[in-house]
């Protein structure tokens, strides 16, 4: 089958929207499936405001549409809310093309966070966007109970995998070689993996009486005015491949502030470092990690990361031993809507 994925978010960005779009492509092709991917990169684009780092696309609309009649995908979905995920989602109205959505990212929490726009006038747009969706994809139970509750419909779950190769408990030598850096810290080490934006709720780890040290691995706009306020806390800026698997591998606990994830990818890359979890008990870590003891959820996150401190780095590599991109995959695959190429080009010809 040939997929057709639009996705505002790509490479070169550092996030876990980016890296679960970027393993589904590998596990589909590997599957024998072809897949063609719409990238921001393809057009003409502009800085995002307060976000520099993430380009926007500039009227993508007919670039897109011929994009995709020329690849006659079988099935096509739309991975984000941007500009090309409007774009797209016009196309397929406008021809009567079946299309799936995916709910990645909490952006009415986010665009509150930054803007102060009331969450019930973002959340309407957002329903306007997936409601024409035959499926919107979620990562969890709980970002599905929530999106059901504000009026979102034909809801079914995209759970997340890791890659236990990767991301893998490592020797000193290893470490050493690669992260020299946090390897000299003062230990317990307390580590926090992600965008540094304000969103993420950083400024709640780095308050946090813990002994030891804390580290940052990211970049964002957020990042100097952090650095200004923490003096005494190591700022890596963004890492990937090795480097990235051995910081999680060098810490004693991973710290998640987030309130907002839908899921938290570094959840799961953590816990295949052998890295305990501190976190809130709300969704994303509730989903993750919920009842099981290779973590820690407490509304106070000093408490949650202190107690974590006690787990088995045994304990967090088996639990996620449990989480497969193969069987993702076989959902996303599941949750789509296949049709016959030449409903495009009739509607083309329309």
């Known amino acids: 089958m040939r997929i057709l994925v639009v996705t505002d978010a790509w490479y070169p960005q550092v996030n876990g929207v980016v890296r679960t779009l970027g393993t589904l492509r590998e596990e589909l092709l590997r599957f024998g499936h072809e897949v063609v991917f719409v990238t921001p990169d393809q057009f003409r684009s502009l800085p995002c405001p307060t976000y520099p780092e993430i380009r926007l696309a500039i009227k993508p609309g007919r670039r897109l549409a011929k994009t995709i009649e020329a690849n006659q995908p079988c099935a096509?979905?739309?991975a984000t809310e941007g500009p090309l995920g409007w774009a797209a989602r016009r196309y397929c109205l406008k021809r009567h093309v079946p299309f799936t959505t995916a709910y990645h990212t909490k952006f009415p929490e986010y665009i509150r966070a930054r803007f102060r726009v009331p969450l019930p006038l973002s959340y309407r747009v957002m329903r306007r966007f997936h409601g024409p969706s035959a499926t919107i994809m979620v990562a969890t139970?709980?970002?599905?109970?929530?999106l059901e509750s504000r009026g979102f419909r034909h809801i079914r779950r995209w759970s997340r995998g890791v890659d236990t190769t990767l991301f893998r408990p490592r020797s000193q030598d290893e470490l050493q070689a690669l992260v020299p850096q946090l390897?000299?810290?003062?230990?317990?080490?307390?580590?926090?993996?992600?965008?540094?934006a304000v969103e993420k709720n950083i400024g709640a780890f780095l308050a946090a009486d813990l002994p030891g040290c804390k580290v940052v691995v990211g970049d964002g706009p957020q990042i100097e005015d952090l650095r200004r306020k923490h003096p005494d806390v190591l700022f890596t800026g963004a890492k990937q491949g090795e480097e990235l698997?051995?910081?999680?591998?060098?810490?004693?606990?991973f710290v998640f502030p987030s309130r907002t994830d839908t899921f938290g990818l570094v959840l799961l890359e953590a816990l295949a470092s052998g890295v305990p979890v501190a976190a809130y008990p709300v969704a994303g870590p509730l989903d993750v990690i919920g009842d099981s003891p290779a973590g820690v959820l407490h509304e106070d996150l000093a408490v949650a990361a202190r107690t974590a401190l006690g787990i088995s780095p045994d304990v967090c590599r088996a639990y996620a031993l449990t989480?497969?991109?193969?069987?993702c995959t076989h959902q996303f695959l599941d949750n789509l809507s296949p049709f016959d190429p030449l409903t495009l080009a009739v509607a083309v010809g329309d």
């Open 183 to 196: 390897v000299a810290l003062q230990k317990p080490i307390f580590l926090y993996v992600g965008r540094v």
């Open 141 to 146: 139970q709980t970002v599905q109970n929530e």
């Open 323 to 327: 989480f497969s991109w193969e069987a």
């Open 76 to 78: 096509i979905h739309i």
């Open 245 to 253: 698997a051995a910081c999680y591998s060098a810490a004693s606990v």
